[in-house]
Protein backbone atom coordinates (compact mmCIF):
# COMPACT_ATOMS: atom_id res chain seq x y z
CA UNK A 1 0.00 0.00 0.00
CA UNK A 2 1.56 3.51 -1.33
CA UNK A 3 2.10 5.39 1.86
CA UNK A 4 -0.61 4.74 3.47
CA UNK A 5 0.82 6.10 7.02
CA UNK A 6 2.07 9.22 4.72
CA UNK A 7 -1.46 9.94 3.26
CA UNK A 8 -3.38 9.46 7.03
CA UNK A 9 -0.95 12.68 7.95
CA UNK A 10 -2.62 14.65 5.13
CA UNK A 11 -1.55 16.80 2.20
CA UNK A 12 -0.38 20.52 2.13
CA UNK A 13 -3.81 22.06 2.16
CA UNK A 14 -2.29 25.10 -0.19
CA UNK A 15 -0.83 22.56 -3.01
CA UNK A 16 -4.15 20.22 -2.62
CA UNK A 17 -6.10 22.08 -4.89
CA UNK A 18 -4.56 22.78 -7.27
CA UNK A 19 -3.54 19.32 -8.02
CA UNK A 20 -6.89 18.55 -8.04
CA UNK A 21 -7.87 21.36 -10.22
CA UNK A 22 -5.00 20.37 -12.74
CA UNK A 23 -5.88 16.31 -12.66
CA UNK A 24 -9.42 17.59 -13.28
CA UNK A 25 -8.83 19.89 -15.85
CA UNK A 26 -6.77 17.05 -17.25
CA UNK A 27 -9.73 14.86 -17.40
CA UNK A 28 -12.13 17.10 -18.97
CA UNK A 29 -10.23 16.81 -21.47
CA UNK A 30 -10.26 12.72 -21.72
CA UNK A 31 -12.51 10.91 -23.59
CA UNK A 32 -12.48 7.97 -20.69
CA UNK A 33 -14.29 10.88 -18.59
CA UNK A 34 -16.59 12.76 -21.13
CA UNK A 35 -19.42 14.17 -18.90
CA UNK A 36 -18.36 13.40 -15.58
CA UNK A 37 -15.91 16.27 -15.59
CA UNK A 38 -17.31 19.98 -16.47
CA UNK A 39 -16.30 23.28 -14.99
CA UNK A 40 -18.47 23.26 -11.96
CA UNK A 41 -17.06 20.08 -11.33
CA UNK A 42 -13.37 21.23 -11.49
CA UNK A 43 -14.47 24.25 -8.88
CA UNK A 44 -16.27 22.63 -6.48
CA UNK A 45 -13.33 19.91 -6.34
CA UNK A 46 -10.89 23.06 -5.95
CA UNK A 47 -12.90 24.22 -2.94
CA UNK A 48 -13.89 20.45 -1.07
CA UNK A 49 -10.50 19.27 -1.30
CA UNK A 50 -8.66 20.92 1.67
CA UNK A 51 -11.38 19.70 3.90
CA UNK A 52 -10.72 15.58 3.17
CA UNK A 53 -8.98 15.48 6.43
CA UNK A 54 -11.89 17.82 8.40
CA UNK A 55 -12.43 14.66 10.60
CA UNK A 56 -8.90 14.53 12.16
CA UNK A 57 -10.16 17.47 14.67
CA UNK A 58 -12.27 14.41 16.35
CA UNK A 59 -8.92 12.77 16.83
CA UNK A 60 -7.11 12.76 19.89
CA UNK A 61 -3.71 14.81 19.73
CA UNK A 62 -1.28 11.43 20.55
CA UNK A 63 -2.51 9.75 17.38
CA UNK A 64 -2.27 12.80 15.25
CA UNK A 65 1.60 13.88 16.37
CA UNK A 66 2.76 10.18 16.88
CA UNK A 67 5.80 9.91 15.11
CA UNK A 68 6.37 6.38 13.81
CA UNK A 69 4.24 3.64 12.51
CA UNK A 70 0.62 3.20 14.48
CA UNK A 71 -0.11 0.21 16.36
CA UNK A 72 -3.45 -2.08 15.15
CA UNK A 73 -5.30 -0.08 17.81
CA UNK A 74 -4.38 2.73 16.95
CA UNK A 75 -4.91 2.83 13.39
CA UNK A 76 -8.25 1.99 13.99
CA UNK A 77 -8.62 5.22 15.88
CA UNK A 78 -7.13 7.27 13.00
CA UNK A 79 -9.23 5.73 10.04
CA UNK A 80 -12.10 6.99 11.98
CA UNK A 81 -11.47 10.47 10.56
CA UNK A 82 -13.25 9.77 7.40
CA UNK A 83 -16.45 8.92 8.70
CA UNK A 84 -16.04 11.39 12.04
CA UNK A 85 -15.64 14.35 9.03
CA UNK A 86 -18.25 12.90 6.87
CA UNK A 87 -20.60 12.68 9.64
CA UNK A 88 -20.05 16.28 10.27
CA UNK A 89 -20.69 17.53 7.25
CA UNK A 90 -23.79 15.37 7.03
CA UNK A 91 -25.27 16.99 9.77
CA UNK A 92 -24.22 20.79 8.80
CA UNK A 93 -26.40 19.37 5.43
CA UNK A 94 -29.14 18.39 7.67
CA UNK A 95 -29.64 21.69 9.03
CA UNK A 96 -28.93 23.85 6.28
CA UNK A 97 -30.52 23.71 2.80
CA UNK A 98 -28.48 25.44 0.50
CA UNK A 99 -25.11 24.08 -1.04
CA UNK A 100 -26.44 21.08 -0.70
CA UNK A 101 -24.02 20.18 -4.46
CA UNK A 102 -20.82 21.49 -2.59
CA UNK A 103 -21.82 19.34 0.90
CA UNK A 104 -22.37 16.48 -1.24
CA UNK A 105 -18.71 16.26 -2.85
CA UNK A 106 -17.02 17.20 0.38
CA UNK A 107 -19.06 14.11 2.16
CA UNK A 108 -17.83 12.37 -0.66
CA UNK A 109 -14.19 13.46 -0.24
CA UNK A 110 -13.84 13.81 3.36
CA UNK A 111 -15.64 9.61 3.27
CA UNK A 112 -13.98 7.65 0.48
CA UNK A 113 -9.99 9.73 -0.12
CA UNK A 114 -8.80 6.51 1.88
CA UNK A 115 -10.81 4.14 -0.45
CA UNK A 116 -8.78 1.25 -2.98
CA UNK A 117 -9.62 0.75 -6.58
CA UNK A 118 -9.30 -3.07 -5.39
CA UNK A 119 -11.62 -2.31 -2.50
CA UNK A 120 -9.15 -2.81 -0.23
CA UNK A 121 -9.29 0.59 1.61
CA UNK A 122 -11.50 2.15 4.06
CA UNK A 123 -14.27 3.02 5.63
CA UNK A 124 -16.43 1.15 3.78
CA UNK A 125 -14.27 -1.15 1.44
CA UNK A 126 -15.58 0.41 -1.80
CA UNK A 127 -14.31 -0.69 -5.11
CA UNK A 128 -13.49 0.62 -8.60
CA UNK A 129 -16.31 3.35 -10.10
CA UNK A 130 -18.44 2.66 -6.84
CA UNK A 131 -15.61 5.78 -5.35
CA UNK A 132 -16.63 8.42 -6.11
CA UNK A 133 -14.61 10.21 -8.94
CA UNK A 134 -14.16 13.29 -6.61
CA UNK A 135 -12.68 11.17 -3.70
CA UNK A 136 -10.52 8.96 -6.20
CA UNK A 137 -9.00 12.23 -7.81
CA UNK A 138 -8.25 14.26 -4.16
CA UNK A 139 -6.56 10.65 -3.21
CA UNK A 140 -3.91 10.67 -5.72
CA UNK A 141 -3.10 14.31 -4.98
CA UNK A 142 -3.57 13.67 -1.16
CA UNK A 143 -0.91 10.57 -1.56
CA UNK A 144 1.67 12.96 -3.82
CA UNK A 145 1.90 15.63 -1.44
CA UNK A 146 2.63 13.42 1.29
CA UNK A 147 4.63 11.38 -0.25
CA UNK A 148 7.18 14.53 -1.35
CA UNK A 149 6.80 15.91 1.77
CA UNK A 150 9.58 15.30 4.71
CA UNK A 151 7.65 13.57 7.71
CA UNK A 152 9.39 13.12 11.02
CA UNK A 153 9.71 9.31 10.35
CA UNK A 154 10.93 9.54 6.84
CA UNK A 155 12.74 11.91 4.41
CA UNK A 156 10.93 13.31 1.39
CA UNK A 157 10.71 11.52 -1.70
CA UNK A 158 12.02 12.97 -4.92
CA UNK A 159 8.98 13.77 -7.49
CA UNK A 160 10.58 10.44 -9.83
CA UNK A 161 10.51 8.70 -7.22
CA UNK A 162 7.22 9.03 -6.37
CA UNK A 163 5.70 9.13 -9.62
CA UNK A 164 7.60 5.41 -10.13
CA UNK A 165 5.80 4.42 -6.67
CA UNK A 166 2.42 5.42 -7.40
CA UNK A 167 2.14 4.34 -11.09
CA UNK A 168 3.94 1.21 -10.52
CA UNK A 169 1.51 -0.12 -7.46
CA UNK A 170 -1.36 -1.90 -8.87
CA UNK A 171 -4.75 -1.75 -7.15
CA UNK A 172 -5.12 1.81 -4.88
CA UNK A 173 -5.70 3.77 -7.53
CA UNK A 174 -8.30 4.16 -10.86
CA UNK A 175 -6.03 2.76 -13.86
CA UNK A 176 -7.50 5.61 -15.79
CA UNK A 177 -6.60 8.21 -13.29
CA UNK A 178 -2.86 7.14 -12.87
CA UNK A 179 -2.35 7.72 -17.12
CA UNK A 180 -4.06 11.21 -15.91
CA UNK A 181 -1.59 11.91 -13.52
CA UNK A 182 1.30 10.57 -15.62
CA UNK A 183 0.07 13.39 -18.24
CA UNK A 184 0.21 15.73 -15.67
CA UNK A 185 3.83 14.95 -14.09
CA UNK A 186 5.59 18.19 -14.62
CA UNK A 187 2.42 20.36 -13.93
CA UNK A 188 2.24 18.98 -10.42
CA UNK A 189 5.94 18.95 -9.86
CA UNK A 190 5.41 22.75 -10.35
CA UNK A 191 3.05 23.23 -7.93
CA UNK A 192 5.19 21.33 -5.44
CA UNK A 193 8.04 23.25 -5.76
CA UNK A 194 6.07 26.62 -6.50
CA UNK A 195 4.00 26.46 -3.07
CA UNK A 196 6.48 25.57 -0.39
CA UNK A 197 5.44 24.64 3.45
Not at 98 to 127: C, K, N, T
Request: aromatic share 6%; net charge negative.
Amino acid sequence: MVGQRDADSGANLQRLPHYCRTLAEEMANSPHFAGQVDDNFVQMLECCAPLHDIGNVGLPDHILQKPGKFTAEERVIMQTHTTIGADTLTEVARHHNFALAFLQMAIDIVRHHHERWDGAGYPDSLAGTAIPLSARIVSLGDVYDALRSKRVYRPALSHGAVMQLMTETPGQFDPALVGIFQSCSDRLNQIFKEMPD
